[in-house]
C-alpha cells in the first residue's frame, strides 16, 4: 500500500469555505446530535481535557460547543467559529450546562486577539477543513503565550499504515476534508509537539504542542 497522500491546499480557498460554511449551516442541528450521542466521537475529544492550561484558554472551530461544555466553567474561557449556526447552538449548549465562555464568529486565519494573550488554544477536529492550515497554524501560534500550549486532534494516516486506518483517513478526504501533514506544518512554526495515534485505528491523532 502507499505511503501517505497528502492534500494540497484550494485552487480557490473562498470557494472552499463557501461550501464548507453552507454544510454546516445545513446539518448543525443533526451534528450536534451526533456529537452527543455517539460515545466515540467524545472519547475522542475529551482527551484534550487533562492538556489544557489556564487560566485563559482559547478553542477555535468549536463546533456545536460540546467540548467546551465539559471545561468552560474551570477557565477563562473564549472560543471562535467560523459558522453562525454553531455559534448560537454552542452559546444554548453552554446556558443548558450552567456554563459560560466568551463566543463569536471569526476566522481562523485573521483571530481577534492580541499576541500572546491565551494560555491554551484547543483546535479538535477542524484543520482539515480550513483552507490555508499553515495560516491557521500561524495565527494560532500568534495569539498564544511563549511557552504556551496547542491541543490538536484531527485526522492523518496511522503511522504503522495498517490498512483500515489508512482507509478511513482517505474515506475523509473522498468526502471533501483536506488531510495535511500536520507536523510539518507544526515543526514549520515554531512548535514542539508530542503526536498520539488515539483512535480509528490510527487515523486520529492528537498533538500536543509547545510554543517554543
Not at 501560534?141 to 491541543?151: A, I, N, S, W
Not at 480509528?200 to 504542542?209: K, Q
Request: aromatic share 10%.
Amino acid at each position: 500500500m502507499s505511503g501517505p497522500l497528502y492534500s494540497d491546499d484550494p485552487a480557490d480557498a473562498a470557494s472552499f469555505q463557501t461550501r464548507f460554511d453552507k454544510f454546516y449551516t445545513r446539518t448543525a442541528r443533526l451534528y450536534d446530535i451526533a456529537v452527543r450521542a455517539l460515545p466515540i466521537w467524545k472519547t475522542w475529544l475529551r482527551c484534550a481535557l487533562p492538556h489544557i492550561e489556564g487560566p485563559r484558554v482559547l478553542e477555535v472551530s468549536f463546533g456545536t460547543g460540546y467540548l467546551l461544555t465539559q471545561y468552560a466553567d474551570r477557565f477563562e474561557t473564549h472560543g471562535i467559529d467560523y459558522n453562525a449556526r454553531m455559534v448560537e447552538t454552542a452559546r444554548r449548549n453552554l446556558a443548558r450546562r450552567g456554563a459560560s465562555a466568551e463566543l463569536m464568529q471569526a476566522n481562523v486565519e485573521s483571530l481577534p486577539y492580541e499576541d500572546g494573550h491565551f494560555d491554551t488554544v484547543i483546535n479538535t477536529m477542524a484543520l482539515s477543513g480550513y483552507p490555508d492550515a499553515g495560516r491557521a497554524i500561524s495565527e494560532i501560534r500568534r495569539v498564544l503565550k511563549p511557552g504556551g500550549r496547542l491541543v490538536l486532534i484531527d485526522i492523518n494516516y496511522p503511522a504503522d499504515g495498517n490498512w483500515l486506518g489508512t482507509r478511513l483517513t482517505r474515506a475523509w478526504k473522498v468526502s471533501g476534508d483536506l488531510v495535511r501533514d500536520t507536523a510539518k506544518l507544526l515543526a514549520e512554526n515554531g512548535f514542539e509537539f508530542e503526536e498520539t495515534e488515539i483512535g480509528g485505528f490510527g487515523s486520529v491523532h492528537m498533538y500536543v504542542c509547545r510554543r517554543a
